[in-house]
């Protein structure tokens, strides 16, 4: 994805209110930065989700 339309993307992100239907959008980049793995804690449980080899995601509990 070129710079362009990265800023494309964040900028609808951003103009989306709380109010709206729509579901936020992430880029992964934002997420994991330099890494392949991140946790999210849910409702007293943490799940992993990370990057594999071939570039899929996986997200075990």
């Known amino acids: 994805m070129k710079d362009s339309e990265k800023k494309q993307v ?8 709380g109010n709206d239907c729509k579901p ?7 997420l994991f930065g330099s890494h392949n793995e991140i946790q ?8 992993r989700i990370r990057i ?3 570039g899929k ?3 075990n509990k």
């Open 24 to 30: 936020k959008v992430y880029e992964s980049s934002q």
């Open 57 to 59: 995601l996986i997200m």
């Open 52 to 54: 594999t080899r071939n």
């Open 10 to 17: 964040l900028d609808l992100v951003s103009k989306a209110d």
């Open 40 to 47: 999210i804690h849910h409702e007293g449980e943490l799940y």
